[in-house]
């Protein structure tokens, strides 16, 4: 089974406009933790945010915060304010397993990919 | 801030050659992951390595083989390659206090013809 699920392949939203992107996950595990990856054109992943499944408050990065509900095992990312640079492919991500685990692994969702238009 | 560094960026090889890609991790950081990401396709979990010691294994194949270095960088060397094998292969690096952030490098761009 998906471990990571998000449905929407594409997305697309106007400059200064909010967007949110979807993911479910499906752990039996009590403790694990949820990122967002932003991968451009170019091919890096970018770090933009991360939520441990303890974590009372939902995670907020400047313009991005993860949506966080945890009996419903989703975790979106929500952008405000999109820009144009903020076209780009988003994979969320799980890490199964406590904190502080020395080599816990990410498992990757298949992505969407955003376009932000003028 | 110093970044991931994975080298070299670009790789043409033919069927059956061999490959080695390079990662050297941020200062500080002990734990190295290994990805493979074909194209349009979600990244794969393939190898890891802390404090040098192989601590997890994915869907690497019996190909391939990686190790982590006394000064933390890691080797994936990549035998009788396959067009299969075409793909980017990112190496991450996590830090020793146990940030829960994995820092990505750019990527190998691998091809196999």
């Known amino acids: 089974a998906q471990k990571i699920t998000q449905t929407q392949p594409g997305m697309f939203v106007q400059e200064k406009e909010a967007v949110t992107l979807d993911c479910t996950y499906d752990?039996?595990?009590?403790?694990?933790?949820l990122f967002w990856y932003k991968q451009p054109s170019s091919g890096e992943m970018i770090f933009l945010i991360y939520?441990?499944?303890?974590?009372?408050q939902n995670a907020t990065e400047g313009r991005y915060s993860l949506n966080f509900q945890k009996a419903r095992k989703s975790a979106n990312l929500v952008i405000s304010a999109s820009q144009l640079g903020d076209s780009a492919m988003y994979f969320c991500?799980?890490?199964?397993?406590?904190?502080?685990?020395?080599?816990?692994?990410?498992?990757f969702g298949k992505g969407t990919m955003l376009l932000v238009s003028p | 801030a110093a970044g991931v560094i994975q080298s070299p960026r670009h790789l043409i090889k033919e069927k059956r050659e061999t490959a080695t890609l390079k990662c050297y991790p941020i200062?500080?950081?002990?734990?190295v992951y290994w990805y493979q990401q074909g194209p349009g396709q979600d990244p794969q979990f393939l190898i890891s390595?802390?404090?040098?010691?192989?601590?997890d294994k994915g869907s690497i194949p019996d190909r391939f083989s990686a190790q982590q270095f006394s000064d933390y960088h890691s080797e994936l060397n990549m035998s009788s390659l396959e067009l299969g094998d075409s793909a980017l292969y990112f190496c991450?690096?996590?830090?020793?206090?146990?940030?829960?952030?994995?820092?990505f490098g750019s990527g190998t761009q691998l091809s196999v013809l």
């Open positions: 991450a690096s996590r830090s020793r206090d146990r940030s829960e952030k994995l820092f």
């Open positions: 390595f802390y404090e040098k010691m192989q601590s």
């Open positions: 939520q441990g499944s303890y974590d009372e």
């Open positions: 752990t039996s595990d009590q403790s694990y933790g």
């Open positions: 991500a799980m890490r199964e397993g406590p904190e502080g685990s020395g080599y816990s692994t990410l498992t």
């Open positions: 200062p500080r950081h002990d734990t």
